[in-house]
């Protein structure tokens, strides 16, 4: 995703009793490629749930 950019990371961190399903440290991330940033296509933008 070189040419994508990060909005937002919402990360579930289990050393404080949050817990995504039962996902250890699971995070949520929204992305957007910068062409579609420039030219304002928000309908672009998605999402990728990743567990690390």
Known sequence: M???ILLLR???DENH???W???H???LTFWISEADLIANR???AY???TDF
Do not use: M, Y
């Open 2 to 4: 070189v040419d994508h």
């Open 10 to 12: 919402l990360v579930c």
């Open 47 to 49: 999402g990728l749930f």
């Open 42 to 44: 928000w309908d672009q």
């Open 21 to 23: 399903d039962g996902h």
């Open 25 to 27: 440290n699971p995070s």
């Open 17 to 19: 009793g949050l817990d």
